[in-house]
C-alpha cells in the first residue's frame, strides 16, 4: 500500500481546504469541483479501494456518511439534496487509491453518469 496525495494532505505536506477533521477522518474541498460543493471525506487509515475494506472497518466506513450528512446540513444542501459517491478502480473512475467518498451538491445533477 504505497502513499498517495491523500496522505500528503493528512500530513499536511501538501496544502488542501479543510472542510472537517477528526482523530480518525478528513474532510477537505475537491481541488477540480464538479459542483459548487465538492467535498472530500476520507478516513486517515489507508484503505486504497472498498474492495480492501475489511469487517473491523465497517464502524470506520459508515463514519464517512455520518460525516458527509453533517457537512451536508452545515452547508445547507441537506434538503435540496446532494449526491455521494465512491469511485472504484479504473472502470469507476478512482484516480486516487485512498478510499474517499464525493459529497456533490449545490446544483441539480444530471443522472446517469457517463
Ligand atoms: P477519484 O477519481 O474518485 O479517485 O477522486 C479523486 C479526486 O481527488 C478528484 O476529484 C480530484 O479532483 C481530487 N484531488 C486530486 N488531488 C487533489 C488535491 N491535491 N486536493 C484536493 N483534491 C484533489
Keep these: 500500500m504505497s502513499e498517495t496525495i491523500f496522505d500528503k494532505i ?3 505536506e501538501i496544502p488542501a481546504e479543510i472542510v472537517y477533521e477528526d482523530e480518525n ?13 465538492h467535498i472530500l471525506i476520507m478516513p486517515k487509515k489507508r484503505i486504497p479501494t472498498i474492495n480492501d475494506i475489511q469487517k473491523n472497518d465497517s464502524e470506520l466506513i459508515a463514519g464517512l456518511f455520518f ?10 444542501i441537506d434538503k435540496d439534496g446532494y449526491r ?3 469511485n472504484c478502480n479504473e472502470n469507476g473512475g478512482q484516480s486516487v ?7 456533490i451538491g449545490g446544483r441539480k445533477l444530471s443522472w446517469i453518469p457517463g
Design 10 to 12: 493528512i500530513s499536511r
Design 97 to 103: 487509491y485512498h478510499i474517499h467518498l464525493h459529497l
Design 25 to 37: 477522518y478528513l474532510a477537505f474541498n475537491d481541488i477540480n469541483p464538479q459542483a459548487p460543493i
Design 84 to 86: 455521494l459517491i465512491l
Design 67 to 76: 460525516i458527509a450528512k453533517d457537512i451536508a446540513i452545515k452547508k445547507g
